[in-house]
Antibody, heavy 117, light 110 residues
Framework: EVHLVESGGGFVQPGGSLRLSCAAS????????MNWVRQAPGKGLEWVAT????????RYVDSVKGRFTISRDNAKNALYLQMNGLGDEDTAVYFC??????????WGQGSLVTVSS | QSALTQPPSASGSPGQSVTISCAGT?????????VSWYQQHPGKAPKLMIY???KRPSGVPDRFSGSKSGNTASLTVSGLQAEDEADYYC??????????FGTGTKVTVL
């Protein structure tokens, strides 16, 4: 059974940084593209970033380019999202998701990031 | 990249059908057969219901079906049941930005 467990969320002041982690199990992590998707309170889903299976290709939504970095450690079955220069608009639940051909097959339970002074 | 357009709400009585639209452009919905639909209950993670326009993952009831015409995709839920009350989101491959989601539709079972 696939398990994705996010951690690292919390409160952070505007301009601050946070690093999210996603621990994966139940599948061969190193062979799948992985995504981060976020959902602001009461709002819809927004794709944030994608990383290919070996970490060589990374893509971001325009609003986080230059501030967020997606990475992975295939030896540890772990996905990361380094978030710098956080603003109010980044307040959201962040989900990690396993991708197969542009569909999110499995999702974690999410990690809440709150940006507030 | 703009979000795909969905109606904010849809409703139907138990046993009836409801259809949700997902309008995009030739750069996303119209350009690829990589349209997916997700169901999300309050406080829960989304669940994949339809992929590649009309395919159902194992375990998803055949009451859920998908289609596409031009730049608009649709999800139909037939034989509505109480547990189908949830938010539904479409998504599509979208060229350079990889994936774009729809605005979401709240389905109410009357």
């Amino acid at each position: 059974e696939v398990h994705l467990v996010e951690s690292g969320g919390g409160f952070v002041q505007p301009g601050g940084s946070l690093r999210l982690s996603c621990a994966a199990s139940g599948f061969t992590f190193s062979t799948y593209w992985m995504n981060w998707v976020r959902q602001a309170p009461g709002k819809g889903l927004e794709w944030v970033a994608t990383i290919d299976s070996d970490g060589s290709e990374k893509r971001y939504v325009d609003s986080v380019k230059g501030r967020f970095t997606i990475s992975r450690d295939n030896a540890k079955n772990a996905l990361y999202l380094q978030m710098n220069g956080l603003g109010d608009e980044d307040t959201a639940v962040y989900f990690c998701a396993r991708e197969e051909w542009f569909r999110e097959v499995d999702w974690g339970q999410g990690s809440l990031v709150t940006v507030s002074s | 990249q703009s979000a795909l357009t969905q109606p904010p709400s849809a409703s139907g009585s138990p046993g009836q059908s409801v259809t949700i639209s997902c309008a995009g452009t030739s750069s996303d919905v119209g350009g690829y057969n990589y349209v997916s639909w997700y169901q999300q209950h309050p406080g829960k993670a989304p669940k994949l219901m339809i992929y590649e326009v009309s395919k159902r993952p194992s375990g998803v009831p055949d009451r859920f079906s998908g289609s596409k015409s031009g730049n608009t995709a649709s999800l139909t839920v037939s034989g509505l049941q109480a547990e189908d009350e949830a938010d539904y989101y479409c998504s599509s491959r979208a060229g350079s930005t990889n994936i774009v989601f729809g605005t979401g539709t709240k389905v109410t079972v009357l």
